[in-house]
């Protein structure tokens, strides 16, 4: 029911015991790529990763988890990843 969804995150080490459905890389390309190549459908990566020049207009949708650590109007004015209409 559904299709796959697979998920990447660009993280400063790669864990030892590897979450089951998310595929760690310690690269800023490898989501990129990944997304290019349709073999992720979603990633996962700080705000520095996002804000990389290559990355314009990559996504439909960013979603910004910061928990209090980025201000709101900081998360606003990095629209770069998000495609627009």
């Known amino acids: 029911m559904g299709a796959p969804l697979r998920c ?30 349709g073999e992720a459908q979603v990633a996962g990566g700080t ?16 979603f910004v988890d910061e928990a209090g650590q980025m201000p709101t109007v900081a998360a606003m004015t990095n629209p770069r990843p998000c495609n627009y209409p």
């Open 47 to 62: 705000a520095w990763m996002w804000a990389r020049e290559q990355y314009e207009g990559t996504v439909d949708v960013l």
């Open 8 to 37: 990447v995150q660009k993280v400063g080490q790669v864990s030892e015991e590897k979450p089951p459905d998310i595929i760690e890389c310690t690269e800023n390309d490898t989501p990129l790529q990944m997304l290019d190549d």
